[in-house]
């Protein structure tokens, strides 16, 4: 039997990267960060700030960049591919993916983000899951939860109503729990509602374990945890790194204050972490050459372009490339998930190293001189390529960013540029949205080349020469303004508290629902082909729709469904998409299957999921703001309707089944006169509570109400549900 101290000791970690061992019972496992590429500290005992002296490893695109892919399948490939490295290094765990929502484009984390949307994050997130643990190693996924800001990101408590809780920020966690079963979960540093998500019992037992059905392991973000002992209680299983207060939980167990089975039950998913990785496959290493070309294929499939007049994309014609970040690519962001690649791509080189001017320098300080040299050089040109972007010491884990400008030096440089030479090409490098504001007119074309890994700048030389049509679409809407955005008058808070005022209307749930304009919308992409939608399709929940190439070449269109709802709810939400590549000419009937959870609706007075019955408007498009098929989809509702209450008003007691036929009956009696008022009293009327009648001397007493609310509640419709 292993000790009281001994098993307290394995409820924290050994040092920065490696979990407790106990003799007999359980091995020490080896950790590492990686959402896209491991980074395996050299030596055991390396710190965990010494972010650029990992082992090489591939440095796949981030999540910024593989969302806007919106392949499942090639993120599962990718995921495999991780997991293999990781297994190869020798790591059991990797910490990874992040998929915390992107509330607000200042987010200096973005970058490891998948989403403003909740669909698309659990879809792309659970592929990841599903191929780092298809070779055994675990996936933990991050960060648990409400984790949308950096600023004061170890102490804020973001202050969110559990109606946007569940329906933004928890939805992908759940659905990466239920259908991906990662091994383990990552809490966050911030607190919800006043409590440190690393102690929060509702978020890690009653909701995680308990109605998701979660059996992994919670560890905490690295320096989460200020209570051990609370921590523990609420459902945490280990602290990461050690702080030396293992005899606090030891301590708590002795006095009585810990329930001893509360420690016995996180060692057995301790133990249980251990035997799961220990059947992971074994690999003495990795084809470096394969990975880098699967991190070129999920670079191409990421890229979103913009914009294109006058199909000046693909380049045909003689061009010159500006910008330093074409040279020196930006290409994964800053802070623990910054990986030593296995080799570095950049643009220039990768498009046969045409005319060259840096234009700018990195440090964001103006240069006449470089200016002007690339000025000359566009000049000569039928086409500038100008590669602009966010130098690293702009966007990093650990700060927000205050403006989603670029370097005013670098649209210094794009405006004279753009004067020297009208066909100017813009790719973008950046790991959070950018404004286009005031200066996409300048350009013809432009490509958002995210951060896309170790081998993007060889992809955007295959996508701007046309060797691949672009296919990556917007998985967060580009505001007009800073100010459009929804959380704008609340992030990033103030003393301590950050609070979710914009509710569940988060990125494109907002701008469509208050039809505010953006620069370009949630989904949008363009490619070098054109496709047609037709044959919308409602049987049942089933939605089927035909998509074709009308264009002269091969390329992918990323088919998006969209449930338009009534009452209080977003005007439309994403249920379903599909990526598909069709030869010029080509049909493919695309098929989604609505479920309940689509339809649902979070109840805070029931508790649970609610679908009510009515009209849903079937929405098919290329983008939240350009559907192509519209249809209508009948729903019957779950059959809950709600209990009658003293507190019900008069227009929910009247639209009842059984308490409206009654109330009516009495009113009939009664009042009669109510029955034959003008509109503006039986409005006011009809939001008055049914007990409030009784100070009106119309013969709802107390009592009336009463036996009213009884002779219902007896009734099989009151509390109905399906």
């Not at 081998?455 to 303004?481: F, K, N, Y």
């Not at 609505?594 to 019955?613: N, Q, Y």
């Amino acid at each position: 039997m292993t000790s009281l101290d001994d098993r307290a000791a394995l409820t924290s970690g050994s040092d920065t990267w490696h979990t407790t061992a106990a003799e007999g019972l359980v091995p020490a496992l080896t950790l590492s960060d990686g959402p896209h590429g491991l980074r395996r500290q050299a030596q055991a005992e390396g710190d965990a700030l010494a972010l650029r002296k990992s082992v090489p490893a591939t440095c796949f695109p981030p999540a910024v960049a593989l969302g806007s892919s919106w392949d499942v399948e090639l993120a599962t490939r990718v995921g495999a591919a991780l997991g293999r490295e990781a297994s190869a290094l020798g790591v059991d765990v990797l910490l990874g993916p992040g998929i915390n929502i992107k509330r607000s484009p200042l987010c200096g984390r973005n970058f490891e983000y998948f989403s403003e949307d909740p669909h698309v994050t659990g879809a792309l997130g659970a592929a990841l899951v599903t191929g780092i643990q298809s070779v055994g190693v675990g996936a933990c996924v991050k960060h648990f939860a409400v984790n949308n800001q950096e600023t004061d990101r170890m102490r804020v408590s973001a202050e969110v109503d559990e109606r946007t809780l569940r329906e933004i920020y928890l939805s992908a966690f759940e659905h990466i729990v239920r259908t991906a079963r990662p091994y383990a979960v990552m809490s966050a540093y911030n607190k919800i509602n006043g409590v440190y998500a690393s102690h929060h019992r509702w978020l890690l037992t009653t909701v995680l374990r308990e109605e998701w059905g979660f059996d992994g392991l919670v560890m905490s973000d690295w320096g989460a945890v200020n209570d051990r002992v609370a921590a523990l209680e609420a459902g945490l299983d280990l602290e990461m790194p050690p702080t030396g207060t293992d005899d606090e939980i030891a301590e708590a167990v002795r006095s009585g204050r810990l329930d001893e089975k509360v420690l016995d039950e996180s060692v057995e998913r301790l133990v249980r972490l251990a035997e799961r990785v220990s059947a992971r496959l074994r690999f003495d290493g990795w084809d470096t050459g394969a990975h880098h070309e699967l991190a070129r294929e999920a670079a191409r499939a990421s890229a979103v372009l913009l914009k294109n007049e006058g199909d000046v994309l693909p380049l045909t014609g003689g061009f010159c490339v500006v910008g330093e970040l074409a040279r020196t690519p930006r290409y994964q962001g800053g802070g623990s998930s910054h990986v030593v690649p296995t080799r570095l791509d950049n643009a220039l080189e990768a498009l046969g190293s045409p005319g060259f001017a840096a234009g700018y320098r990195l440090d964001g300080q103006a240069d006449a001189g470089l200016v002007a040299e690339a000025v000359e050089l566009a000049a000569r040109h039928e086409v500038a390529v100008l590669f602009l972007g966010l130098p690293e010491p702009l966007e990093s884990e650990g700060f927000d960013r205050t403006t989603i400008d670029l370097p005013a030096d670098q649209l210094d440089l794009l405006r004279a540029v753009s004067c020297a030479c009208p066909r100017t090409v813009v790719v973008l490098s950046n790991g959070g949205v950018v404004s286009v504001s005031g200066w996409q007119e300048h350009a013809t074309a432009i490509l958002e080349g995210w951060l896309l890994g170790q081998a993007g700048g060889s992809a955007l030389a295959d996508l701007l020469t046309g060797v691949c049509s672009p296919s990556g679409r917007l998985t967060e809407t580009i505001p007009l303004r800073l100010q459009d955005v929804p959380s704008y008058l609340h992030f990033p808070g103030s003393d301590g508290v950050v609070r979710y005022g914009e509710g569940r209307y988060v990125g494109y749930r907002h701008y469509d629902s208050a039809d505010v304009p953006v620069a370009y919308p949630f989904g949008h992409g363009l490619t070098y082909s054109r496709f047609a939608y037709s044959g919308l399709v409602v049987d049942g929940r089933r939605v089927e729709a035909t998509v074709t190439n009308t264009g002269e070449r091969f390329a992918h269109e990323v088919v998006q469904l969209y449930l338009g709802f009534q009452g209080d709810r977003p005007r439309h939400e994403l249920r379903g998409f599909a990526k598909v590549g069709l030869e010029p000419g080509e049909s493919a009937t695309v098929a989604f299957e609505v479920t309940e959870r689509d339809l649902a609706s979070w109840s805070v007075s029931r508790g649970g999921w609610a679908v009510e019955a009515g009209t849903v408007t079937v929405e098919v498009g290329a983008s939240s703001r350009d559907i192509r098929l519209t249809g209508e989809l009948a729903v019957e509702g779950d059959g809950h309707t709600a209990e009658l209450t003293r507190m019900s008003t008069l227009g929910e007691w009247l639209a009842h089944p059984v308490g409206g036929p009654v109330l009516r009956e009495l009113m009939a009696e009664h009042v009669p006169w109510l029955a034959e008022a003008g509109p503006a009293l039986l409005g006011m009327a009809y939001g008055v509570p049914l007990i409030k009648f009784r100070t009106f001397g119309i013969g709802l007493s107390a009592e009336v109400v009463d036996a009213l609310v009884a002779r219902c509640a007896g009734s099989p419709a009151s509390g109905r549900s399906a």
